[in-house]
């Protein structure tokens, strides 16, 4: 990172003149890859230096509402986004649909854990309406959220960028008590 210099930070700042709207810019990266090989990427997470801006990505979870902060992912650049959200939002939306109320789900190469978080959302959701409709008399036919979200993923950034998602999330539907982060 410090063989990059001086010229790097000449390339930041000309990056962020050319910026008029400062709207095109979240943050800027550096991936410094002096490895043999062919390969772009180094998976050493010490490869990756921030540059300028904040180091996390944030984005709705599919099925949130932004205005009742239901909850947020998180990306860095360490770990895989889609390239497509609203349309992987769609596969999100079938997928926690489809999980019964109640269950005990775990998601397997979860990456960030949108699918799992996005179910965990929904059920919490339907929980809640449930309750509020016992409260008022209409008898809800709806009980509980999940039993238990596990995701898994080798990246252990990914399981970074989850912490922060299930703590952006109401305590009522994870159970966890929201912490704060650097």
């Known amino acids: 990172f410090k063989e ?8 930041v700042k000309e990056l962020k003149r050319n910026d008029k709207n400062h709207d095109l810019w979240h943050s800027i990266w550096v991936h410094c890859n002096d ?29 949130s ?4 902060r239901e909850g947020l992912l998180y990306f860095s650049p360490h770990v895989f986004r889609q390239g497509n959200l609203e349309g992987f939002g769609e596969i999100a939306r079938e997928v926690r649909e489809a999980i019964p109320s109640g269950s005990r789900v775990c998601e397997l190469y979860a990456g960030v854990g949108l699918l799992g978080l996005s179910a965990l959302l929904h059920h919490g959701k339907q929980a809640d309406a449930a309750a509020a409709a016992e409260e008022d008399g209409d008898g809800g036919s709806i009980r509980g959220g999940l039993r238990w979200l596990r995701c898994s993923d080798e990246n252990p950034e990914n399981a970074r960028c989850f912490d922060r998602a ?3 999330m109401p305590k009522h539907i994870t159970g966890r008590t929201p912490r704060k982060f650097q």
Not at 4 to 11: A, E, G, M
Not at 40 to 46: K, P
Not at 48 to 62: A, K, Q, S, T
Not at 65 to 68: F, H, K, M, S
């Open 35 to 63: 490895s043999r090989g062919n390969a772009i990427f180094a998976r050493d997470a010490g490869r990756w230096h921030p540059v300028d801006g904040p180091p996390y990505l944030r984005e709705g979870i599919p099925g």
């Open 166 to 168: 299930v703590n952006s």
């Open 4 to 11: 990059c210099q001086p010229h790097l930070s000449y390339l």
């Open 65 to 68: 509402d932004p205005e009742r």
